[in-house]
Structure formats: C-alpha cells, structure tokens
C-alpha cells in the first residue's frame, strides 16, 4: 500500500487533466457592445452589429470587422465561441438609419417622377446607407451628377414642374463660392419653384462623416494646391497615389458610418430638406 507522500496516490485520471489553464471554450449569446477579441489576429472590438450570419466588430479607431459565428475568440479573458442570439421583442419601434420609425414588411414604392440629384458617387452612397430606407419607401431616385457646373442645362433637360420635382444637393455651398452663383441661377431660373438646391459648408462629402469614426479629432485643414481627398489620405497614412487607393479610402471612411448620429448636422437637415421637397403634394 502506498504510504501518504507517494505521488501515485491520487488518481490523475480522476481529474480534467486536458483542461487549458484558462478554462474550456463556452459558448455566449452575442450582446450589442459586448467586447470580443479575435484569438487569431488579436483584433478586439465591441459588438456594433449583429447580423444573420455574421457578427461586426469595431475597435477603438472606428475600424470594423465581420465574423461568422462559432469559436475563436476571448471574452474578459475566457476562450468562447459565440452565437446569434435568439429573437427578443423589441423594446420599441424600430428605426432606419436616418431614425425615422422603420415601416416593417413594406415594398419599395413605384419611383416619383420627382429626383434628388448629388454632387457625386460618393455622395450617393452616404445617402443611401443612411436614408436608403425612407427614400424607397418614398419612391425616390437619387441620381449623381459628378459636378455642378452644367446645372443648369441639367434642370433645363429635366424640365421640373409641380409634380415633378427636382432636389439637388451640393458640396462647399457657401456665400460667394462658385457653387452658389449656380444655385442663384438656378433659383432665378424658369423652372425655380419646383427646383430646391442646397448644399452643405464641406469641402468634400467626406467631411460630413464625424472625424472622431476615423480616429480624428477634426479634419486636416489641407492647402488649396493639394487634392483635398489625397491629403486626407496622407494625414490618415493610408496609401493615395492612384484612384484606386482613393476608392478603398472612401469605402473604409464609408464603413464606419453606421447610421445619421455618425454624420454632422449640417448635412443632415439639408437631406431630410431635399426629401420632404420632392415627397410634398406629390400624390
């Protein structure tokens, strides 16, 4: 018989010998901002999305990543594999992106006559991801104009009338600029009171993203012989040489905007100004 200090005396297959020191992977229902990491690339980001089949993270830049469910990460220092919670009901009615009262189980409608035309394909993106909703079920088209300097002729071809409105947004709409000048012409125009132009103070549309979803605490003032959007990539350190560096900036500038709290102010009356002019007295 083994006496009391052998080492034998204690049975090691009576215990979870195989277990990590940090414990066995367990699996979690995914939370709105819960904090994961990713245990292979050590990316950690809070939970800003939860999707079908993908949960997104963003860190503390704003940067995002997706992930399908399943193990692989570290909750407050534990391995866990995550899952898509199941359905709870809603506290409240749900909302768009713009915050509008989200219309559940509804078609798009049948696109107005009426348009809301943008500066450029940029600026039709940030609409649509966060006014896509709303405009769909208005019926509105929004179309890009890549520039304003022929607005004239543009509106002229339109040829809007009561039920047949035209908005039009414009980048760097201040007193003096040439954009203004346009906008007047435009307004003093035959086609006038049916034809809405206004515009916000940015140079670029990127600007009406807040700073602070790209790390920033403002946008860089950038020198007038400099391109605005190749020097923003230069502050940034990400690459600007060719349009395609300049496309992918735009696309990770675009992915943090998660819904109209994400985007200044001054952009945000002008839109919901343009959607309420082309939808009035339209049926």
């Not at 991801?129 to 509106?155: F, H, M, N, S, T």
């Not at 040439?178 to 086609?191: D, F, L, T």
């Not at 009171?193 to 916000?200: E, K, Q, R, T």
Request: charged content about 30%; some cysteine; glycine content about 8%.
């Amino acid at each position: 018989m083994a006496g009391p200090g052998d080492r034998y005396t204690q049975d090691v297959l009576t215990t979870d010998w195989r277990a990590p020191k940090l414990g066995r992977t367990v699996e979690v229902d995914v939370e709105p901002e819960m904090v994961l990491e990713d245990a292979t690339t050590g990316f950690c980001g809070a939970v800003v999305a939860i999707e079908r089949d993908l949960v997104v993270l963003e860190d503390r830049r704003g940067a995002r990543r997706s992930y399908p469910y399943g193990p692989g990460f570290w909750l407050e220092g534990k391995p866990v594999a995550i899952r898509r919670p199941k359905a709870a009901p809603a506290a409240g009615p749900a909302r768009t992106a713009s915050g509008s009262i989200a219309v559940r189980n509804s078609r798009a409608r049948v696109a107005r006559a009426s348009r809301i035309y943008v500066e450029g394909r940029h600026d039709a993106e940030l609409i649509e991801k966060v006014w896509g909703d709303d405009l769909r079920i208005e019926g509105v088209a929004v179309e890009y104009l890549e520039g304003v300097d022929d607005l004239a002729a543009v509106v002229a071809e339109f040829r809007p009338e009561p039920r047949r409105r035209l908005g039009v947004l414009v980048d760097h709409l201040v007193p003096g600029s040439k954009e203004s000048r346009i906008a007047e012409e435009v307004a003093r125009g035959p086609y006038g009171a049916h034809v809405l132009v206004v515009g916000h103070p940015f140079v670029d549309i990127w600007a009406a993203v807040r700073p602070e979803r790209v790390g920033l605490d403002r946008w860089p003032d950038i020198p007038r012989q400099t391109s605005w959007k190749h020097g923003i990539c230069a502050a940034l350190g990400w690459p600007h040489d060719e349009q395609a560096d300049i496309a992918r900036a735009w696309k990770q500038i675009l992915g943090t905007v998660r819904d109209f709290r994400d985007l200044e102010p001054a952009l945000l009356g002008r839109v919901e100004h343009l959607i309420d002019f082309v939808t009035v007295d339209a049926d």
